[in-house]
């Protein structure tokens, strides 16, 4: 015989039962490791496939089609550029001392040859020039110095020095955007096929989704205009920061203001950026050994895909941290010599 628990006894149920655990998870340390350790790696992953995050049916939706092959009716701000200047931005070493490595050697070198720019802008706090990717690099870059205290000066009250690198890198890449327009890329942001279309500034900034059901807007890569208002909104917002919030300012609050703003930007299908995602099992996918066979099938499907592993692909976003346990090993020998997904989409450039 079926029992039917009655909705509120239920509810009531539920709320002791989720009051018991969090005092429980609280107070105990060997509660917490077992979730951490045990149970958050088991339930974490098939969550977010449930919720939709690490599912996608490569279907991008009308106006991310528009965007992506140019259709999209033109609109813009008073003022600004026609277009978005071919100009490439990376960020490097606003703490440390910033040794460039191969991953930001690579990603230079794909969006130098794949975006023919005018211009690659490094900007940088520290920099150590005897560094072997630099000086391989230094010939086809622009050092541009900046001063911590010049960008965050806004947000002093927020005591911006004890910020981790990557948010004190978020402020700076909007600033050089909002003054300067131009392609922001991440250090782990690989270029694979041309902007051309996109660039030509149909709406004043363009991002991509993250996550199959587009929970977010990542900043890894962003293109726009001089003085384009989505980006100076987006930069104002920052006086409400919070450190303890690792993607609070960079992703999921530019997708409430592309809600709010449609007409202000142009985004694109998660695939485009941001696919396959960080979890586990996808950075898993991409740095797992291939056998003969699934290595020529990946070379038939970058063969299709002017060198993208899908359709819509015009970059390829390692997820640096996460992917760490993979990439901190890699060397041009060992890209070129295994095959992983991930190195036989990046060889072309080494």
């Known amino acids: 015989m079926m029992i039917v628990v009655p909705r509120r006894r239920f509810l009531v149920l539920w709320a002791l039962g989720s009051f018991v655990f969090i005092t429980l998870y609280l107070s105990s340390d060997w509660l917490r490791s077992v979730w951490h350790g045990k149970v958050w790696p088991v339930v974490h992953e098939p969550g977010l496939w449930i919720m939709g995050f690490t599912r996608y049916n490569f279907k991008p939706t009308p106006g991310e089609a528009k965007c992506f092959d140019g259709t999209v009716e033109r609109v813009n701000a008073p003022g600004v550029t026609a277009d978005i200047p071919k100009v490439v931005h990376f960020v490097w070493g606003p703490k440390g001392e910033g040794s460039f490595n191969l991953l930001l050697y690579i990603a230079i070198r794909a969006a130098l040859a794949t975006l023919e720019p005018k211009e690659v802008r490094v900007h940088y706090t520290n920099i150590d020039r005897d560094n072997e990717w630099f ?155 291939l056998s003969d066979k699934e290595a020529a099938e990946v070379d038939e499907t970058m063969r299709k895909n002017d060198g993208a592993l899908f359709g819509d692909q015009l970059v390829l976003h390692a997820w640096s941290h996460p992917a760490r346990r993979y990439t901190h090993r890699l060397t041009p020998d060992i890209m070129r010599r295994e095959n992983t997904r991930f190195n036989m989409v990046l060889r072309r450039f080494l």
């Open 135 to 289: 000086k391989l690099l230094e010939p086809n870059i622009t050092l541009v110095h900046h001063d911590p205290k010049s960008y965050l000066g806004p947000f002093l009250d927020l005591d911006p020095e004890s910020w981790d690198m990557a948010h004190m890198a978020d402020v700076l890449r909007l600033t050089v955007l909002l003054e300067e327009g131009g392609i922001y890329l991440d250090a782990d942001a690989f270029v694979l096929r041309p902007f051309d279309t996109l660039l030509k500034g149909a709406r004043d900034v363009v991002m991509g989704h993250e996550g199959g059901v587009r929970m977010g807007l990542t900043n890894a890569v962003i293109m726009s205009k001089a003085g384009a208002p989505f980006i100076k909104r987006w930069l104002g917002m920052y006086t409400s920061f919070d450190k303890t919030l690792w993607n609070e300012h960079s992703v999921k609050l530019p997708r409430r203001l592309e809600d709010q703003y449609p007409d202000e930007l142009c985004t694109l299908s998660p695939s485009a950026f941001y696919w396959p995602m960080w979890t586990e099992g996808s950075v898993d996918w991409m740095h797992e050994p």
